[in-house]
């Protein structure tokens, strides 16, 4: 069991607990979300004892082994493999202590404890978590110095969860992983035998792999049980009830003070007055829950061009050797909106940048529009920004003509404040250089934006306002993300990459997952058809387009209602509307109420509908 009692902390004189209290059962998985900025590194180094607690204390089961990812491994000459093995010391004492023992007794206390820890199977296991990360078992053998720091993150992951710790704590382990070792972490996370606590701003894992949130808000420690999508409507209805009764107390605090102005100087009153001010004295007040800050990313809209922005004919594209990618035979639209699927080192990346004319065909053609903007975001790009400079300074050099007031309207567009633009580059948290590679790479208005993982260092708020952009966005979008989520709420469509090819991926996205969870000769068999199918005509570009673009306004249409609805049911939870002195303008909140449910019900019906059709022509193509 880890408790944590009544612990404080403070920073240079800024606290980040106080007096906070948490108890999570051993084995639980529990997801810690908060603010960025509000201590969740900060804990994780506190339970493992980095850092020395102000007041309080953190209790730990005795001889619990606590590990984590603190930084990647060192470029050295030793294999992935070898690597991973070493991570487990007790493993790696034991068997060199094997060589050397000439006890009886002790050799038989190595050897059984050897077998309880599952030692002679350590290669398989190691092998098959490198395997999940993304190594293919060619790799196993190569030293770590051949590898990128994300890849030997990746690496320090696999020793991690290869040693098994008693208290395993991960901190943003999706960061570094693409969509496939992000899937396979979910699912090994789930089997984990021991405590799992994890920072993350992932809602698939939090929602999969974890069975309680542990939420940091306000220097204090709330478990709240269930997945994340559970806590999140929890906590808003916690906050809704919180206001309502903070708002009640306010009118009923109002009420009294006004009697008590009204006569404490009257004599006949006097003693009502005062049995008031008591009543004052002893309300404990209720504080409204604080707005959180508003996420925002405003993408500015570019003209439309005529389709197609980009075509492919039996183009092929590598790096000087033989092609990564053959017989390409794609289009894309100013309305698509595009997921990359499959497997690291298929050719995503490569794609991506054949389509941001960052690479050249080798074989066949590429056409794009005369016209054609591109914005192209990886990760890459938020470490070639210039630390020494501001967020303020990297966007005057694009734009040096326009006013400084103008350029930081441009900033506050992508959430970086008054403060932010004017703070050095290298100071600046990863959320906030991710914001900023966004708006230098959105700054001209792209017809195309190609997103290669802009998730990574967001918050969970951040991703939201993400979808949002994305959605209300007039350009084409090509996603290449980890996270389930923003691919789910923005792609219309979805082409796999996969043995050389790019082709169209006909079912979704959680069949695409439960594919790969079951391994490859299970994906084969799934995409195998039962039956041969005669064969139809396909459904035309033009009207599958048309389809996706109405589904998109009804599922708009929804939102926008929804938004309605919620705004109205905070309005009629405020007990101030149920007093006698004002059923007229309850019944009137009550009409609109009913009127907008009624309409809510239509545009469902109409996305139904609108999805319906889609289903079918895409059955008949």
């Known amino acids: 069991m880890l408790k944590l009692d009544d612990i404080s902390y403070s920073i240079e ?233 903070a708002k009640k107390q306010d009118l009923r605090r109002a009420h009294l003070q006004s009697f008590v102005d009204r006569f404490k100087a009257k004599a006949s009153k006097a003693k009502q007055a005062q049995s008031r001010v008591k009543m004052l004295e002893k309300m404990t007040p209720i504080s409204a829950p604080e707005e959180a800050a508003k996420r925002v990313f405003s993408f ?19 790096y000087g050797g033989p092609p990564i990618l053959r017989r390409l035979g794609l289009r894309i639209d100013q309305d698509d909106r595009i997921a990359l699927l499959g497997r690291n080192g298929e050719g995503k990346s490569t794609l991506s940048k054949l389509l941001a004319d960052k690479l050249k065909t080798c074989e066949g053609t590429i056409a794009r529009s005369n016209k054609l903007r591109i914005g192209y975001f990886a990760q890459h790009q938020m470490d070639e920004l210039h630390a020494d400079e501001t967020p303020l300074q990297h966007i005057q050099r694009e734009r040096p003509t326009e006013s400084p007031a103008r350029l930081r309207a441009r900033l506050a567009g992508f959430g970086l404040g008054a403060d932010q633009a004017e703070t050095l580059c290298a100071k600046l948290s990863g959320g906030q250089k991710a914001r900023l590679s966004l708006l230098l790479a959105t700054l001209d208005a792209p017809h195309l934006l190609i997103l290669d993982e802009p998730t990574n260092h967001l918050d969970i708020q951040s991703r939201e306002a993400l979808v949002e952009a ?33 082709k169209p991926y006909e079912d979704d996205l959680e069949a695409y997952r439960k594919l790969l969870l079951s391994g490859e000769k299970e994906a084969r068999k799934a995409q195998k058809p039962e039956k041969p199918k005669p064969k139809v005509e396909r459904a035309g570009k033009e009207e599958l387009q048309a389809l996706r673009a109405e589904l998109r306004k009804c599922e708009a249409r929804v939102d926008k209602i929804e938004d309605m609805r919620a705004k109205l049911a905070v309005k009629l939870a405020d007990p101030a509307l149920y007093e006698d002195t004002k059923a007229g303008e309850l019944a009137t909140w009550n009409k609109k109420y009913a009127e907008v449910m009624d309409g809510l019900a239509r545009a469902e019906q109409l996305w139904e509908a609108a999805q319906s059709k889609l289903d079918q022509a895409q059955a008949r193509g």
């Open 470 to 502: 994305l959605t209300a966005y007039g350009g084409a979008v090509v996603l290449v993300s980890h996270d389930m989520h923003l691919l789910s709420m923005v792609a219309d469509r979805l082409w796999l990459v996969k043995d050389g090819a790019v």
């Open 13 to 245: 004189g800024r606290p980040l607990f106080e007096n906070a209290n948490a108890t999570i059962p051993t084995g639980h998985k529990v997801g810690l979300v908060g603010p960025n900025g509000a201590g969740k590194t900060t804990l994780f180094r506190l339970i493992r004892g980095e850092l020395t607690l102000d007041t309080g204390a953190i209790t730990i089961p005795s001889r619990a082994r606590i590990g984590g990812v603190a930084q990647e491994v060192p470029a050295s000459a030793t294999s992935l493999l070898d690597t991973v093995l070493e991570a487990d010391t007790e493993r790696a004492e034991l068997l060199a202590e094997s060589e050397t023992a000439t006890d009886p007794g002790r050799i038989s206390d190595i050897q059984t404890r050897l077998s309880d820890i599952d030692a002679w199977s350590a290669e398989a296991r190691a092998a098959s978590i490198l395997t999940g990360l993304g190594f293919p078992s060619h790799q196993h053998s190569m030293p770590c110095s051949d590898f990128s720091g994300g890849w030997r993150m990746r690496v320090a992951l696999a020793g991690v969860l290869f040693a098994q710790p008693e208290m395993l704590l991960l901190d943003e382990p999706t960061n570094y992983l693409d969509l496939e070792g992000a899937l396979w972490l979910e699912a090994y996370l789930q089997r984990y035998p021991h405590t799992v606590l994890v920072i993350s701003h992932d809602r698939g894992l939090l929602n999969r792999a974890v069975g309680a949130i542990l939420h940091l808000d306000e220097r204090k420690l709330t478990l709240w049980q269930g997945p994340y999508d559970q806590f999140a409507r929890q906590r808003a209805e916690q906050r809704a009830v919180q206001m309502a009764a």
């Open 300 to 318: 500015p809209n570019p003209e439309t061009l005529s389709p197609p922005i980009i075509a492919t004919d039996d183009a092929a594209v590598g």
